[in-house]
C-alpha cells in the first residue's frame, strides 16, 4: 500500500473535468484526493469525473471522501461521476449502495459521451 495520491486534471469540455487519480485511497491519502477534487470544482469545473483505473485500494476513509466530494459537485451546480472503477471498488459502491447515487462508466471516453454504464454493472 502507498501512501501518496496523485491527480492529473484534464478538461475535455467546458465545465467538466476528468481527474485520474493514481495511488491507494486511504485514511493517509483521502485528504489529497478531496482538497485536489474540490479546488478543481471551485476552478469552474463542476462537472467532475474521477478515473479510478489506476486506484489498487480503498478504504471507508475513501469512499467518504468520494461522497464528500460528490456533494460539493452537486453545491456548485455540478455532479460527480466514475469511470474506470476496478471491481474491489465498484463491489464497495455497491454494497454501500453510492453506486446508485453515482454515475459510473466504463471509460473515461464514456464519461464525454454521456453514456452511462451503472445499470450494466
Not at 485536489?36 to 469545473?45: F, S, Y
Not at 454494497?95 to 445499470?119: I, N, W
Amino acid at each position: 500500500m502507498t501512501h501518496t495520491l496523485h491527480l492529473t486534471v484534464h478538461h475535455p469540455g467546458p465545465g467538466l473535468a476528468i481527474a485520474t487519480v493514481v495511488g491507494d485511497v486511504d485514511m493517509q491519502t483521502a485528504p489529497t484526493l478531496s482538497s485536489g477534487a474540490l479546488e478543481i470544482i471551485q476552478q469552474g469545473h463542476p462537472r467532475l469525473a474521477l478515473d479510478l483505473a489506476q486506484v489498487d485500494f480503498c478504504d471507508s476513509a475513501g469512499l467518504s471522501a468520494i461522497i464528500g466530494i460528490w456533494h460539493a459537485a452537486q453545491t456548485a451546480g455540478g455532479s460527480l461521476s466514475l469511470a474506470a472503477v476496478p471491481d474491489r471498488l465498484m463491489r464497495m459502491l455497491s454494497m454501500t449502495g453510492v453506486d446508485s447515487l453515482l454515475p459510473v462508466y466504463a471509460t473515461t471516453a464514456e464519461v464525454t459521451e454521456g453514456s452511462s454504464t451503472s445499470e450494466k454493472r
